[in-house]
């Protein structure tokens, strides 16, 4: 597979929200569930998702943080990053991180109790799209 840069990757995630998230449950069983990132903020090789500490994705982040996101689109573009998530509950990063339209998940923001977020930084960045292909290793 050819090469791609960080800037191509970026180029190609922008303006993409919603994708699967894959994550092991520490028997090496996949799940997978849709979730969104803020697909407005240039891609710079992390991906942040808002989500509950007590959430089943989380706790089978802490068992196995390697995880993968698979996005798609209807142009026949396809990606996939795999890598490692960790789990962020700095008030900081969270205001950071907020955007208008999240209430309906968190309804007292960042202080929503149990709010939190994941980071998912990549190591390795797949893409296909109709006659281009490109790979991108952290």
Same mark, same amino acid.
């Given at each position: 597979m050819k090469k791609a840069s960080l800037k191509t990757i970026a180029g190609k995630m922008k303006d993409l929200d919603f994708c699967m998230?894959?994550?092991?449950?520490?028997?090496?069983?996949?799940?997978?569930?849709?979730?969104?990132?803020?697909?407005?903020?240039e891609y710079d090789?992390?991906?942040?998702?808002?989500?509950?500490? !007590?959430s089943n994705k989380v706790d089978q982040i802490k068992k196995d943080? @390697?995880?993968?996101?698979?996005?798609?689109? +209807?142009?026949?573009?396809f990606i996939e990053c795999y890598?490692?998530?960790?789990?962020?509950?700095?008030k900081e990063t969270l205001q950071e991180k907020w955007v208008d339209g999240l209430e309906q998940w968190f309804p007292e923001?960042? !202080?929503?109790?149990?709010?939190?977020?994941?980071?998912?930084?990549? @190591?390795?960045?797949?893409f296909w799209h109709k +006659?281009?292909?490109g790979e991108y290793v952290a």
């Open positions: 998230m894959v994550t092991q449950d520490g028997r090496q069983v996949p799940h997978s569930r849709p979730m969104s990132n803020n697909g407005k903020v090789g992390d991906s942040w998702f808002f989500t509950f500490e !007590d943080n @390697k995880v993968s996101l698979v996005y798609q689109t +209807d142009d026949m573009l890598g490692t998530a960790t789990v962020v509950k700095d923001g960042i !202080d929503t109790p149990g709010i939190c977020l994941l980071k998912v930084s990549a @190591k390795r960045v797949n +006659d281009e292909e």
